[in-house]
């Protein structure tokens, strides 16, 4: 019997148990002959690295010092993966390399899967690949690039292009797709947060799919999963606290989920657009569903930027739904981007006045500055947005890196230093500690 081995790698923080490996895994068990099985060495190198952070984080009655110690495992982390990353550059071995290999290789796998699914995974990746010599290695997710496909045996798309992999080819109308993703295999008490947090996915991609300034849909078809199938998944995990990672969800789709989810009573959070569609009403009977957190696409606070992101909405739809869920009781986190091609100064403080304004209904800021991303709207027609030219660096593990020049407005240098000249007026905006834009799983199952 073929043995395949589904494998997370560092380095992100390990707040939750990886969706991606878990819901192949669950198909593949409905599917496949193979022996299944499945490892998150994201978290095992984080055990290893940073346990007095795992400690604190999943004991919250010693949280009086969270903004600092928080800071600290940031700052502390972000020099662990950046000095780890300059060891793989360097053709060398990253930290904690062998103990992690040796958790591949003794379950003796045939074919080993990686999910990657953000670029700092590249790396850890780029040395699996290069060490594994006598076992089959398979990548995928959304942060491949073009330099992991030529270490790796096999490059695949999803789930069903792994299962004709290893099984060769199956027929599509014998295939079992009511999948259940199956939390229960995972050590849910080791991860960074005082209770477990399941990432819930609740349809295909996002509904929308119209943001310039986005790539994530990727000319996916818009399908939504089988509320049962969500109800079992719900049930199986045993759990109370719930991330819905859609990218957005319409309306309708919302009170099912709202309908699904009272009887269950359990938290949730989820990430939205202000809408006008989202009045009171709404708002109040998604709170009373379980709804705790919502993380607000705002991205601007001027009409002229949110139209050329197409972002289909207005700063009456900012305020009304920012207003009315600061009503029904739900928290509010904004995110918010700054140095949009062609973004002037004035309009920077556009934004910067709405949050301002509306600051009773917002509990906590998420700030960004705008990067130009492969596949996107402004990427691939940069003249419609200001854009003068694209610089591509080369780099060794990483697909290019992608900077550029704009005919007008504010660069992105320009941008930084503004939100940084108004750090102060966003933090004190802010409610609850800045350092949980880091842990969004720490508002969802702490603060009540």
């Given at each position: 019997m073929k043995k395949l081995l589904l494998v997370y790698l560092p380095f992100c923080t390990p707040a939750s148990p990886p969706y991606s490996i878990t819901n192949m895994y669950s198909f593949l068990k409905n599917n496949s002959s193979a022996e299944i099985d499945i490892l998150d060495l994201n978290l095992e190198f984080h055990k290893l690295k940073f346990s007095k952070y795992q400690k604190y984080f999943q004991n919250s009655e010693s949280w009086k010092d969270y903004e600092e110690v928080s800071k600290e495992?940031?700052?502390d982390t972000h020099k662990v993966y950046s000095e780890n990353n300059k060891l793989v550059v360097a053709n060398k071995k990253p930290e904690f390399f062998d103990e992690l290999l040796d958790k591949i290789t003794s379950r003796k796998p045939d074919t080993v899967a990686f999910s990657i699914v953000y670029s700092s995974q590249a790396f850890f990746v780029a040395s699996m690949l290069k060490e594994l010599k006598n076992v089959t290695t398979v990548i995928g997710g959304p942060a491949i690039n073009s330099k992991l496909k030529k270490l790796a045996d096999k490059t695949l798309n999803n789930e069903l292009e792994l299962l004709n992999f290893i099984e060769g080819n199956v027929e599509h109308d014998a295939l079992n797709f009511n999948t259940v993703p199956d939390f229960s295999i995972y050590d849910l008490g080791s991860y960074f947060t005082p209770s477990p947090v399941i990432p819930?996915?609740?349809?295909?991609?996002?509904?929308?799919?119209?943001?310039?300034?986005?790539?994530?849909?990727?000319?996916?078809?818009?399908?939504?999963?089988s509320l049962d199938l969500i109800k079992e998944t719900i049930l199986k995990s045993k759990q109370r606290y719930f991330f819905l990672i859609d990218d957005m969800i319409p309306k309708k789709r919302l009170l099912d989920l709202a309908r699904l989810f009272t009887p269950l009573k359990i938290k949730w959070s989820c990430q939205l657009k202000p809408s006008k569609q989202l009045d009171l009403k709404t708002l109040k009977i998604l709170k009373d569903s379980g709804l705790d957190l919502i993380i607000w696409g705002l991205e601007s606070g001027n009409q002229r930027i949110l139209d050329l992101m197409k972002k289909g909405t207005s700063i009456e739809d900012i305020t009304s739904s920012l207003t009315n869920s600061h009503e029904a009781g739900i928290k509010n986190t904004v995110y918010v981007m700054f140095g949009f091609p062609t973004e002037t100064q004035e309009e920077f403080k556009d934004t910067r006045d709405l949050l301002v304004k509306n600051e009773k209904c917002i509990d906590l800021i998420s700030v960004s500055i705008f990067g130009l991303q492969k596949g996107t709207p402004v990427y691939n027609n940069p003249k419609l947005f200001g854009i003068t030219k694209i610089i591509e660096e080369e780099r060794t593990v990483l697909e290019p890196r992608i900077t550029y020049e704009v005919s007008k407005g504010l660069s992105q240098k320009q941008a930084t230093k503004l939100?940084?000249?108004?750090?102060?007026?966003?933090?004190?905006?802010?409610k609850y500690p800045q350092a949980m834009n880091f842990f969004r799983e720490h508002m969802l199952c702490v603060v009540e």
């Open positions: 495992y940031h700052r819930l996915k609740t349809s295909s991609t996002c509904y929308y799919q119209q943001c310039t300034f986005c790539s994530h849909y990727s000319k996916v078809p818009y399908i939504e999963s939100k940084n000249n108004h750090k102060k007026t966003f933090d004190r905006i802010n």
